[in-house]
C-alpha cells in the first residue's frame, strides 16, 4: 500500500475532482484539434499490438484515438471516467488518482498527456508508475512548453481556451530531474506542434515541416523513458556474426582473438560472393577450431544488410553482435559492448570511431568528414546521441532485434548495409542507444569494400528517407 499523501496534497486532488466533475465531458473543437495533433505522434511512438495505460485520461478523447491491442485509463473524475466508458466501451477504466495508483496488472506503454501540471505530487505519481511497468515499458509523458504560457493565457482569458484548476508549469528541465528521482532514465525528448488548430491545411505543414527544425518553440514537449536499468540476473549468451567479403585473410585471426563472453559465444560467418579464397578458408578455421562454437553459411542476396539478417536467422545467443571481417575495429573491444547490454545500461550498443586516436591510415580524411557530419545528422534524426553511424559493430538483444524485424515494415527494405536498419529500427522502437568508444585500427588484408562516392550519394538518400518517416511526419 502506498503511504498516505499529505493534507496539502489532498487538498490539492479534491480540488481538482471537484473541478473536473463539474466541467464538459465533451471537449471544444479547439480541444478535439489539438488532441487529433497528439494522437497523431502518440501512434508514432506506441506499437499497435501494445497494452497502454493512460494516467489522467479525462473522457478518454485522446485514449480513444490511440491504436493499441488494449486500453486501460485512469483519472480522478467519476464524471469523467463515466463519459470515458461511454465513448470506449471496449477500453477499462478505474477512478483513481495517479499518486495513489493501484492496478493488479502491467503495461507496455504509460501515457501522461498534459496531466503532470496538474499532479499533487509529480515526483511520487511517477514512483506509482513501477506499480505497473516492466522492464521493457515505455513511458510517454508531453506537457506544455513554458515559452507558450502568455499566448495560452490570452486565449484563456479569451475564451479560446478551456479553462483549469490551479497548476503547475514544469519546465523540461523540472521534468528531467523529476524522471530521474523517481527512477526513470530518459530515452529522448522531442518538440512537437508549432500549430494547434488545422487553419484550412497550413497548420498540418507547419507542424510537419518546420516544427522538427524549430522543436524549442512547439507547444508540446515530449518525454520518452525507460525504467532505470537492472543488469541481467544471469550470463547471457553471444551470438556473433562475421559478414566477410574477401577478407580470406582475416578469417584466422577473427576466430584467434575474438574472446568467450557471458554464458557461451558462438561465432557466425557468412561469406557473401568473394573473388578471393574467403569461402575456403572459412571452412578450414572452422573444421581447425572444434573448441570454438562456429556456424558457417554462404548468403543468397548481397550486401552486407543481407547477410547480417542471414546471420541472425540462425544465431542462437541472447546477445546478437556484429563484428566486421576486416577487423578494423579490434575483436578484444567486443566485451565492452557486452557489459553495456549485460548491465542495463542501453539496449543498443553503438561502436564509435571518432573518439580516440586511429592508426594513421584507418580513414580518410574525407570519410573522417563525412563520419562526423552524419553523426550530428543522426543525432538530430533518431533524439540520442549517435556520433559515428558508420561503425560496422552495433549489438542489441534477440529480443530487441526481433521486436525491430517485426516492425521492419514501417521502412522496408531500404538499407544495403544493414547499419541504418537497426539504428531507424531501435529510434522507432523507443530503445536507448548508448555510444561505445572503440580503437579503430588500420586495415591489414585486401582492400575496403566501401566505394565513397556511390555510397555516400546512398547515406544522403537514406538520410532524407529517415527524415521523412521520423521527423517529418
Same mark, same amino acid.
Given at each position: 500500500m502506498p503511504s498516505a499523501l499529505s493534507a496539502l496534497a489532498r487538498d490539492h486532488l479534491e480540488r481538482v475532482r471537484t473541478f473536473y466533475d463539474a466541467a464538459p465531458t465533451e471537449p471544444q473543437a479547439g480541444a478535439r484539434a489539438y488532441r487529433g495533433l497528439l494522437a497523431h505522434y502518440y501512434n508514432l511512438l506506441v506499437p499497435p499490438d501494445a497494452s497502454v495505460l493512460e494516467i489522467g485520461c479525462g473522457s478518454g478523447d485522446l485514449l480513444a484515438r490511440i491504436r493499441a491491442r488494449r486500453k486501460v485509463g485512469v483519472d480522478l473524475s467519476p464524471a469523467q471516467i463515466a463519459a470515458a466508458r461511454q465513448r470506449l466501451p471496449d477500453a477499462t477504466f478505474h477512478v483513481q488518482a495517479g499518486e495513489l495508483l493501484e492496478l493488479a496488472d502491467t503495461f507496455d506503454v504509460i501515457i501522461i498527456s498534459d496531466t503532470l501540471n496538474l499532479a499533487a505530487d509529480v515526483q511520487r505519481l511517477l514512483e506509482r508508475l513501477h506499480t505497473v511497468s516492466h522492464p521493457d515499458t515505455r513511458l510517454l509523458v508531453n506537457f506544455q512548453n513554458t515559452l507558450w504560457r502568455p499566448a495560452l493565457s490570452l486565449a484563456k482569458g479569451l475564451g479560446l481556451k478551456a479553462r483549469q484548476p490551479q497548476n503547475s508549469w514544469l519546465a523540461s528541465s523540472d521534468v528531467l530531474n523529476l524522471l530521474g528521482l523517481a527512477g526513470w532514465s530518459p530515452v529522448f525528448r522531442q518538440g512537437r506542434i508549432l500549430i494547434p488548430f488545422h487553419c484550412l491545411g497550413l497548420g498540418s505543414l507547419l507542424?510537419?515541416?518546420?516544427?522538427?527544425?524549430?522543436?524549442?518553440?512547439?507547444?508540446?514537449?515530449?518525454?520518452?523513458?525507460? #525504467?532505470?536499468?537492472?543488469?541481467?540476473?544471469?550470463?547471457?549468451?553471444?551470438?556473433?556474426?562475421?559478414?566477410?567479403?574477401?577478407?580470406?585473410?582475416?578469417?584466422?585471426?577473427?576466430?584467434?582473438?575474438?574472446?568467450?563472453?557471458?554464458?557461451?559465444?558462438?561465432?557466425?560467418?557468412?561469406?557473401?560472393?568473394?573473388?578471393?579464397?574467403?569461402?575456403?578458408?572459412?571452412?578450414?578455421?572452422?573444421?581447425?577450431?572444434?573448441? #570454438? !562454437?562456429? @556456424?558457417?553459411?554462404?548468403?543468397?542476396?548481397? *550486401?552486407?544488410?543481407?547477410?547480417? #539478417?542471414?546471420?541472425? /536467422?540462425? +544465431?542462437?545467443? =541472447?546477445?546478437?553482435?556484429?563484428?566486421? +571481417?576486416?577487423?578494423?575495429?579490434?575483436? =578484444?573491444?567486443?566485451? @565492452?559492448f557486452y557489459d553495456v547490454i549485460a548491465s542495463g545500461r542501453a539496449e543498443f550498443a553503438n561502436g564509435v570511431r571518432l573518439v580516440y586516436p586511429m592508426d594513421e591510415k584507418a580513414m580518410q580524411f574525407l570519410n573522417?568528414?563525412?563520419?562526423?557530419?552524419? *553523426?550530428?545528422?543522426?543525432?538530430?534524426?533518431?533524439?540520442?546521441? $549517435?556520433?559515428?553511424?558508420?561503425? *560496422?559493430?552495433? $549489438?542489441?538483444?534477440? /529480443?530487441?532485434y526481433d521486436r525491430i524485424a517485426a516492425n521492419r515494415a514501417y521502412f522496408g527494405d531500404f538499407d544495403p548495409f544493414g547499419d541504418f536498419?537497426? &539504428?531507424?529500427?531501435?529510434? !522507432?522502437?523507443? &530503445?536507448?542507444? +548508448?555510444?561505445?568508444?572503440?580503437?579503430?585500427?588500420?586495415?591489414?588484408?585486401?582492400?575496403?569494400?566501401?566505394?565513397?562516392?556511390?555510397? *555516400?550519394?546512398?547515406?544522403? #538518400?537514406?538520410?532524407?528517407?529517415? +527524415?521523412? @518517416?521520423?521527423?517529418?511526419?
Amino acid at each position: 500500500m502506498p503511504s498516505a499523501l499529505s493534507a496539502l496534497a489532498r487538498d490539492h486532488l479534491e480540488r481538482v475532482r471537484t473541478f473536473y466533475d463539474a466541467a464538459p465531458t465533451e471537449p471544444q473543437a479547439g480541444a478535439r484539434a489539438y488532441r487529433g495533433l497528439l494522437a497523431h505522434y502518440y501512434n508514432l511512438l506506441v506499437p499497435p499490438d501494445a497494452s497502454v495505460l493512460e494516467i489522467g485520461c479525462g473522457s478518454g478523447d485522446l485514449l480513444a484515438r490511440i491504436r493499441a491491442r488494449r486500453k486501460v485509463g485512469v483519472d480522478l473524475s467519476p464524471a469523467q471516467i463515466a463519459a470515458a466508458r461511454q465513448r470506449l466501451p471496449d477500453a477499462t477504466f478505474h477512478v483513481q488518482a495517479g499518486e495513489l495508483l493501484e492496478l493488479a496488472d502491467t503495461f507496455d506503454v504509460i501515457i501522461i498527456s498534459d496531466t503532470l501540471n496538474l499532479a499533487a505530487d509529480v515526483q511520487r505519481l511517477l514512483e506509482r508508475l513501477h506499480t505497473v511497468s516492466h522492464p521493457d515499458t515505455r513511458l510517454l509523458v508531453n506537457f506544455q512548453n513554458t515559452l507558450w504560457r502568455p499566448a495560452l493565457s490570452l486565449a484563456k482569458g479569451l475564451g479560446l481556451k478551456a479553462r483549469q484548476p490551479q497548476n503547475s508549469w514544469l519546465a523540461s528541465s523540472d521534468v528531467l530531474n523529476l524522471l530521474g528521482l523517481a527512477g526513470w532514465s530518459p530515452v529522448f525528448r522531442q518538440g512537437r506542434i508549432l500549430i494547434p488548430f488545422h487553419c484550412l491545411g497550413l497548420g498540418s505543414l507547419l507542424n510537419r515541416w518546420l516544427g522538427p527544425l524549430l522543436q524549442w518553440f512547439c507547444l508540446t514537449v515530449f518525454f520518452v523513458a525507460r #525504467r532505470e536499468h537492472a543488469q541481467s540476473p544471469r550470463p547471457l549468451t553471444v551470438s556473433v556474426v562475421i559478414p566477410a567479403r574477401n577478407e580470406a585473410g582475416n578469417i584466422p585471426a577473427a576466430v584467434a582473438r575474438t574472446p568467450d563472453m557471458g554464458a557461451g559465444t558462438e561465432l557466425i560467418f557468412v561469406e557473401g560472393h568473394s573473388r578471393d579464397h574467403t569461402w575456403a578458408e572459412i571452412q578450414r578455421v572452422a573444421a581447425e577450431n572444434p573448441q #570454438r !562454437k562456429i @556456424k558457417i553459411l554462404q548468403q543468397t542476396g548481397k *550486401g552486407k544488410g543481407d547477410a547480417v #539478417r542471414a546471420g541472425y /536467422a540462425v +544465431a542462437t545467443g =541472447e546477445v546478437l553482435m556484429i563484428l566486421d +571481417a576486416d577487423l578494423t575495429m579490434p575483436p =578484444e573491444e567486443l566485451p @565492452k559492448f557486452y557489459d553495456v547490454i549485460a548491465s542495463g545500461r542501453a539496449e543498443f550498443a553503438n561502436g564509435v570511431r571518432l573518439v580516440y586516436p586511429m592508426d594513421e591510415k584507418a580513414m580518410q580524411f574525407l570519410n573522417l568528414c563525412a563520419n562526423k557530419a552524419f *553523426g550530428l545528422i543522426f543525432t538530430w534524426l533518431l533524439g540520442q546521441p $549517435v556520433k559515428d553511424t558508420l561503425c *560496422g559493430t552495433k $549489438v542489441l538483444t534477440r /529480443a530487441q532485434y526481433d521486436r525491430i524485424a517485426a516492425n521492419r515494415a514501417y521502412f522496408g527494405d531500404f538499407d544495403p548495409f544493414g547499419d541504418f536498419d537497426l &539504428l531507424f529500427g531501435a529510434a !522507432k522502437q523507443n &530503445l536507448k542507444i +548508448a555510444d561505445v568508444p572503440i580503437r579503430y585500427r588500420e586495415r591489414t588484408y585486401g582492400t575496403t569494400n566501401i566505394q565513397r562516392w556511390r555510397h *555516400g550519394v546512398l547515406l544522403l #538518400r537514406m538520410v532524407w528517407f529517415a +527524415a521523412r @518517416k521520423l521527423k517529418f511526419v
